[in-house]
């Protein structure tokens, strides 16, 4: 199957979001589609899907051109799209949410779903209950389950918005795996992606956009110099990449921002037991593991968000005992969810509606002038590119995630973050650890999940280390290497953890 693409342009106002490409997917290959946030490779995907319509140009499947006017239309030509932020219901089951977009009436066979869910997640390595509810699920097993119900609808051409984001590193190799074995049996696969290893572990070519423009299709094996010159028009140079591979300053002494003592948390089928730790002013701790291990619930619980069932949390010398997220919050954390747009952001609200929503001495009355002049600084400040009037749907994943920062209080003691950079390109990625160094030179601790192994020894001065409930005190980066902690989250090497490191279970 073919896919062609020709003149292919998507207007906004005065933005030309796609103008004018031409590109080829041919059968059996593995296409990367590289470009930094906001170069236009989600507005193009959606109009190949079926989620938005182009305004000039034609697709030609198989040589004849096609009319794609909506994702059912794009599923009956065999070609689906696995978004960045799964596209699912959270209050009903994976088999229910597996079987939708396929023919079965109002009496589909849920128990032949329920049996093509689990053997295709065998397949592909993962672990999803199809009686859980989506609710219950990490970012990570959403998107998982995505990919299955895709495949299962038969794609032929399958698009895939940075799908290894949150998932584990053995599963990156089963999934790398598979998308490999289907371009061989003649799928076309469409992987966009801002992780330029990625994509050179993968892909048999690659097409890079900047500013809505198709500047540059590359074949395997790929110069890493050559793609970031194409993606950001020039070479970055050592500061700038600096940025992207330095690791943070360690963290400096004094009283801990946050201390748990003896932390119980019981939630579904996870249990946490016993676990201790303190954070210090300008130190970075990670949370690793793999999904459903428990590190976003135990992080969940720092910000107030989770009930924890026994032990205590204390930030700086404050009890925090019963205390709500509200609570949290005045006293000085931060908290920045995985999901922008259904647990930090308000879809249909554009930029200046959120800085009116957050302003702090905010009251009865909306004070439009100020929220206009606070929206007009922080763009400006932190280079998002949009205006107060932008909807923040409308904006890129590295746009949304910089709206976050900016919407962050000024005087924070701790940030807790899940997977800073996920989804975002090399720029944006240097550009958001350098706002959180920033914080930490301000004396603010900074606690983050992250999939990436890179990136968490690259930042983090500690790493706790998550497996089935097991929690390991924080162990210093500077002990650890990819493999060593790659075994770690995978439930091996534990009982080589020597006294101080012991794990709570």
């Not at 106002?13 to 236009?40: H, K, M, Y």
């Not at 799209?81 to 009436?105: C, E, V, W």
């Not at 490999?180 to 048999?204: N, P, T, W, Y």
Request: aromatic share 6%; hydrophobic share 40%; proline share 5%.
């Amino acid at each position: 199957m073919t896919i062609e693409l020709d003149s292919i342009t998507k207007i906004y106002g005065s933005l030309r979001a796609n103008d004018g490409i031409d590109l080829t997917v041919p059968p059996s290959s593995v296409l990367g589609i590289l470009g930094e946030n906001g170069a236009g490779k989600s507005t193009l995907m959606k109009i190949l899907s079926g989620f938005i319509a182009h305004d000039e140009g034609t697709i030609r499947v198989d040589g004849k051109p096609v009319a794609i006017g909506s994702p059912s239309d794009a599923i009956a030509l065999g070609i689906g799209m696995l978004h960045q932020d799964p596209l699912d219901f959270l209050s009903m089951t994976l088999a229910d949410n597996f079987i939708l977009g396929r023919p079965g009436g109002f009496f589909p066979d849920r128990r032949a779903a329920a049996r093509e869910l689990r053997e295709l997640s065998a397949r592909f390595g993962f672990d999803l209950d199809p009686d859980s509810y989506v609710e219950n699920l990490t970012v990570g097993e959403r998107q998982q389950l995505e990919i299955l119900r895709l495949f299962s609808l038969g794609a032929r051409v399958l698009i895939l918005d940075e799908p290894t984001t949150g998932i584990s590193l053995p599963q990156k190799a089963k999934l790398f795996e598979t998308l490999k074995r289907l371009a061989q049996e003649g799928m076309s696969i469409l992987f966009v992606s801002h992780k330029l290893e990625d994509v050179e572990a993968l892909c048999s070519g690659a097409a890079v956009l900047r500013k809505g423009a198709l500047v540059g299709e590359v074949k395997a094996p790929f110069d890493t110099r050559e793609l970031v010159r194409l993606m950001f028009g020039r070479d970055l140079d050592a500061g700038e990449l600096a940025e992207a591979e330095t690791a943070m300053d360690g963290g400096a002494p004094g009283e801990p921002v946050l201390r748990a003592r003896d932390i119980c948390i019981e939630s579904g089928r996870l249990s946490i037991r016993g676990v201790d730790f303190a954070v210090a002013p300008g130190e970075v701790i990670a949370f690793a593991g793999m999904e459903g291990s428990g590190q976003d619930v135990f992080l969940g619980a720092c910000a107030g968000l989770v009930r924890h069932s026994g032990g205590k949390f204390y930030i700086a010398s404050r009890d925090m005992g019963g205390r709500s997220h509200h609570d949290y919050k005045r006293a000085g954390v931060g908290y920045l969810p995985a999901a922008r747009l259904e647990k930090a952001l308000v879809p249909g609200l554009n930029l200046e509606d959120h800085f009116a929503l957050t302003d702090p001495k905010g009251g009865f009355f909306i004070d439009r002038k100020k929220a206009r002049k606070v929206a007009e600084e922080r763009i400006a400040s932190f280079k998002i590119k949009g205006s107060p009037e932008s909807p923040v749907e409308s904006l890129s994943g590295g746009n949304q995630q910089r709206a976050l920062l900016s919407l962050l209080a000024e005087k924070l003691s701790l940030v807790l973050v899940e997977h800073p950079t996920r989804g975002l390109d090399i720029e944006s990625t240097a550009y958001v650890w350098d706002r959180l160094k920033t914080r930490c030179a301000g004396g603010a601790a900074i606690v983050f999940i992250s999939s990436d192994l890179d990136e968490v020894l690259r930042y983090a001065d500690r790493v706790v280390v998550f497996y089935a409930g097991k929690v390991s005190p924080p162990i210093p980066a500077s002990r650890l290497s990819t493999e060593r902690l790659g075994e770690l989250i995978g439930g091996k090497g534990w009982e080589a953890l020597g006294e101080t490191e012991a794990p709570h279970a």
